[in-house]
C-alpha cells in the first residue's frame, strides 16, 4: 500500500531516469476535465488578468470565493511571491479584494517548497488559452478523504487508493498509520465494480446512502478518465463530504504519460511550457534527455543508467553536477552540438565532462560533435572528454588531431577528479 503512494508521489521523477516525461496540467484545466466526465468539483472559473477575475467575481453569484494561484507546484498556499505577497491561495469576500490579489498574482513568481529558490511564473501564456488565477466557490466540508488511481507494480494493475485522513500529506498518513490506506485492485477492462466502489466508501465513512452513492460514483469515472486518457496518476486531496451531504472533488493532480501524446492531443494541447524550465523544454525538442540541476559541471553522457552513475562519481570526489543529460543511443554531431549549446546557457557552468561507452553509440560520431561545438560555439571552459568502445581509437584521434584543448582520459575516475578540480 506504502510502495502506492509513493509511487502517486514520485512517478515523474522515477519516469524521468528511465528516459519518460509526464504532461502536468493546471488546476482549473483538470477541474475541466474532470467535469467533463461528470466528476463533480465545486464551481471553478479561470481568469488571465486582475480585470477579468474582478469580472468573474463580480457575476459569479456569491461572495464566498477563493481566488487560487495557477502555478504547477505544490505548497501554494504556504508559498510566497517574488514581489512579497505571502501565499498562492486566499479565501476572498469582494470582488475588489480578488482584483487586488489578482493583481499581486499574476506576472510574479511563486517560490514553494517544490519550485526551489527561482519560482515559477503566474503569467498567462495567451496563445495557448492558459489562464494565471482560478476563482472557486467556498464549499464547507464535514469530513475530508483522499482518493487516487494509479498503476500499482504489486499488483500489476491499476489501483483505487484511499483514506479517509484526506487534505494533509498522505505519505505521512500511510508511514504512521498504515492502517488508514485502503488499496483496491481494479480490473483493467471492466473498471471498479459498482458494488465494491460502494463497499470502498462505506468503509471510508460516508454517512448517508446519498453521499455513499456519489463516493462510488466519482470511484467509477476517476478510474474511466484514468484509463480512457491514459493517465499516470489521478489524485484527489481532498474529496469532500459537504454538511450537505454531497461529495465533491475539492482539489486535483492529474498525470499523463507523454507516449500517448499521439492519441490524447487535446490532453496535450494543453500543455504549458511557461512551468517548465526553459533548457528542458529546448533539449526535449532535440529528443535529448535532459534534467537541469544546481551544480556547476556540466555532463554529456549516453544512457541514463551511466548517466547516474556519472553523477554519483562527480559527487563522490566532490563535485556537483549541473544536469542530467543523456544523449540516447542515436545522436548525431548535430545532435551534439544542440547539447552543448544547451549545457552552455547555465552560466554556473564550469567546465564540461564527456563520458560515452560506445555501444549502439559511436564514439566518432561524439568527436565531430564535440570538435564542431568547440570551434562553432568558442568554447572557453575547460572540456574533459571519456571515450570508450565503439570506434574509440577513431574518435581519439579525430580529438588529437583537431587541435584543441580537450583533456582526453580513459579512467572514468580519474576523468570524474579532473572535471571537478576544473570546476572550482
Avoid: W
Wanted: charged residues 25%; hydrophobic residues 40%; aromatic residues 6%.
Amino acid at each position: 500500500m506504502y510502495t502506492s503512494l509513493r509511487q502517486a508521489r514520485l512517478l515523474v521523477q522515477a519516469g524521468r531516469a528511465g528516459q519518460r516525461r509526464f504532461l502536468s496540467l493546471h488546476e482549473y484545466q483538470s477541474v475541466q476535465l474532470l467535469n467533463s466526465y461528470g466528476i463533480p468539483t465545486p464551481k471553478s472559473i479561470p481568469a488571465k488578468t486582475p480585470e477579468e477575475a474582478y469580472n468573474v467575481a463580480k457575476n459569479f453569484g456569491t461572495d464566498e470565493l477563493v481566488i487560487k494561484a495557477q502555478v504547477l507546484a505544490g505548497g501554494r498556499g504556504k508559498g510566497k511571491f517574488d514581489n512579497g505577497f505571502q501565499g498562492g491561495v486566499h479565501v476572498v469576500s469582494n470582488p475588489r479584494q480578488v482584483k487586488e490579489y489578482a493583481s499581486k498574482m499574476i506576472g510574479s513568481k511563486l517560490i514553494t517548497k517544490q519550485t526551489g529558490s527561482t519560482g515559477r511564473i503566474c503569467n498567462a501564456v495567451r496563445a495557448s488559452g492558459v489562464s494565471n488565477v482560478m476563482l472557486a466557490e467556498r464549499r464547507d466540508p464535514s469530513h475530508e478523504y483522499y482518493v487516487a488511481v494509479l498503476n500499482d507494480r504489486v499488483t500489476q494493475g491499476p489501483v483505487l487508493v484511499t483514506s479517509n485522513q484526506g487534505g494533509m500529506n498522505i505519505e505521512e498518513v500511510a508511514a504512521k498509520d498504515p492502517d488508514a490506506i485502503i488499496t483496491t485492485p481494479i480490473d483493467f477492462d471492466k473498471g471498479l465494480d459498482p458494488a465494491v466502489g460502494l463497499d470502498v466508501a462505506k468503509r471510508l465513512g460516508f454517512k448517508g446512502e446519498t453521499a455513499q452513492r456519489e463516493a462510488a460514483d466519482i470511484f467509477a469515472s476517476l478510474y474511466k478518465l484514468f484509463r480512457e486518457k491514459d493517465a499516470t496518476q489521478i489524485e484527489i486531496n481532498p474529496m469532500a463530504e459537504t454538511v450537505d451531504g454531497h461529495v465533491l472533488c475539492m482539489d486535483a493532480k492529474l498525470g499523463f504519460d507523454d507516449n500517448a501524446e499521439f492519441r490524447q492531443q487535446d490532453v496535450f494541447a494543453l500543455r504549458d511550457i511557461s512551468q517548465e524550465e526553459p533548457s528542458e523544454v529546448e533539449a526535449q525538442k532535440a529528443n535529448l534527455n535532459f534534467i537541469k540541476l544546481d551544480g556547476s559541471i556540466g555532463c554529456l553522457v549516453n544512457g541514463a543508467g551511466l548517466a547516474m552513475a556519472t553523477m554519483d562519481v562527480l559527487s563522490l570526489h566532490g563535485g556537483n553536477p549541473a544536469n542530467f543529460l543523456d544523449v540516447g543511443g542515436g545522436a548525431t554531431p548535430e545532435t551534439v552540438k544542440k547539447a552543448f549549446e544547451i549545457l552552455l546557457s547555465d552560466p554556473k557552468v564550469k567546465s564540461i565532462f564527456i563520458n560515452i561507452f560506445g555501444g549502439i553509440m559511436r564514439c566518432d560520431y561524439i568527436a565531430e560533435g564535440v570538435i564542431k561545438a568547440t570551434k562553432e560555439l568558442g568554447l572557453s571552459i575547460p572540456l574533459v572528454v571519456r571515450l570508450k568502445g565503439t570506434k574509440e581509437v577513431e574518435a581519439k584521434e579525430m580529438i588529437k588531431e583537431s587541435g584543441l584543448k580537450i583533456i582526453p582520459f580513459d579512467s572514468l575516475d580519474e576523468a570524474a577528479a579532473k572535471a571537478v578540480e576544473l570546476a572550482v
